[in-house]
């Protein structure tokens, strides 16, 4: 099974893409998103380093198996790199947790210990994150059939 935890809302026209593409990856695997509500920051920011804390602990709880954060420090792998983590972790029978942040991240202490991957080095939302996510993990298992989707 493959979970992606994200924290935030996904807009509606996201979510029909990102719906589309699950369902696209069903027959190869299972894929589970979990959302987590952001915590509201205040005008001041005061509550920053509580925010952070707070949504990586929630995060973490709510991932199993092999937990991945997408961190724009990861590495950054290729599709073919990507597809052999999905499926490696698959035929040993391993969950893999995608983890992606809210608008303000991680609390970059506390996820020191766990793996990291990059899409690059730029900032994407959160939605934004979660479809390419959705799309690269679809795309991995079309490569493994030898499909023409890859091309």
Request: glycine share 6%.
């Amino acid at each position: 099974m493959i979970k992606i935890i994200e924290t935030g809302k996904i807009p509606k026209e996201y979510q029909v893409i990102i719906d589309d593409f699950i369902k696209k990856t069903s027959p190869y695997e299972k894929v589970q998103i979990v959302s987590l509500k952001e915590i509201k920051l205040k005008k001041d920011e005061s509550n920053l380093n509580e925010k952070l804390r707070d949504e990586t602990q929630k995060a973490i709880e709510s991932a199993s198996g092999r937990i991945i954060f997408l961190d724009a420090n990861g590495k950054n792998p290729d599709s073919e790199e990507f597809k052999n983590e999905i499926i490696k972790s698959k035929n040993i029978g391993e969950t893999i947790s995608f983890v992606i942040g809210g608008s303000y991240g991680f609390d970059h202490n506390m996820i020191k210990s766990y793996e990291k991957i990059s899409f690059g080095r730029m900032t994407l939302l959160h939605h934004m994150t979660t479809l390419i996510l959705t799309e690269a993990i679809y795309r991995s298992f079309k490569m493994t059939q030898n499909s023409n989707y890859n091309k």
